[in-house]
């Protein structure tokens, strides 16, 4: 049970990061100091990584709803992985954000 409300709760958080990305670019990269020119320059690349987001939320929320326990082991070790890419290329805080609470959900659901 707290498994999967564990692997819920990434599927809800990788469903806001895909609408902060795409919907909501210019207020997320003021947040991150962007200036405004910079901020249209990678408007098209925070679409495409919020479609990432949005995408993975969807097949992992499917495979929860459908029991598809090794695609849930698969995606979250997915999440795991590319929060270790973010925080190495980007900012360390990617992987306490996205990669904690995914790594929680893997734990749980591996020792479950």
Known sequence: MFATAAAWMVVVLHVLFGLAESVGWSQMARRFGY??????????????????????????????????????????????????VGAVSARWTIFVIQGLPALLALALTLLG
């Open 35 to 84: 200036s405004r020119e910079a901020t249209e320059t990678t408007r098209m690349l925070a679409l495409n990584q919020g479609a990432y987001n949005a995408g993975l939320a969807a097949v992992l929320g499917w495979a929860l709803a459908t029991g598809q326990s090794a695609t849930v082991v698969a995606m979250l070790v997915y999440v795991v992985a590319m929060a270790v």
